[in-house]
């Protein structure tokens, strides 16, 4: 018994089989979650930041935990993190879209189906329902795909992200500015011959 706990434990957190990796996505998508609304809370309690700042502050700190575990514990990411960080951002771009709009589709075509009302559903379960169905599909149809398939995957477009970082962090023109003066250094000092 001892040994098949063991193995279920060490499958849990190595095996890259689908129930294994949903396993630790689900786990690593709840703590950051609970990073996300306790960094929200405190920061609108305690340091009395205002409701929309509080949580743009805790969405962002949940979103860093979730790929920094998702890299190291979910999905054994195996290229650079400059390309995760691109491609996290996209695809959390797209799942911020998707949930967005989709609540808000579904949402109004719920409510047109009068019949719910007759049933005891109210304006604010049209929205519970829409949220918890479009949030559903969008987690598991966009982001645990896209994030074990591409976020953490090494793919082509790593080089293009890498370059985006280097752009935007001014390290490109570091290197080429420093490679320009290597070069002009190497011209200007006569050879001993």
């Not at 514990?73 to 998707?98: D, E, M, N, Q, R």
């Not at 109004?108 to 007759?118: D, M």
């Not at 995957?153 to 570091?174: C, M, N, P, W």
């Amino acid at each position: 018994m001892n040994e098949k706990v063991k193995k279920i434990g060490s499958n849990i957190l190595n095996s890259d089989q689908l129930v294994f990796t949903f396993i630790r996505s689900a786990g690593a998508a709840q703590f950051a979650s609970w990073i996300d609304l306790g960094t929200g809370f405190v920061l609108f309690a305690f340091a009395h930041f205002a409701p929309w700042i509080s949580t743009a502050i805790g969405a962002f700190a949940g979103g860093v935990i979730n790929c920094i575990l998702n890299y190291r514990f979910t999905f054994h990411g195996s290229c650079p993190w400059k390309a995760v960080i691109v491609k996290y951002a996209l695809v959390w771009i797209g799942s911020l879209l998707l949930n967005s709009f989709g609540t808000e589709l579904l949402y109004y075509g719920l409510s047109k189906w009068e019949w719910l009302e007759t049933i005891g559903f109210k304006r604010d379960g049209y929205f519970a329902a829409a949220r918890l169905i479009i949030s559903g599909v969008v987690s598991l149809g966009w982001n645990f795909i896209l994030q074990k398939n591409f976020v953490y995957q090494s793919r082509g477009f790593d080089k293009h992200a890498i370059e985006f970082v280097d752009l935007i962090t001014g390290r490109r023109y570091a290197n080429h500015h420093k490679h320009s003066q290597d070069s002009i250094s190497e011209t200007s000092i006569p050879k001993e011959s």
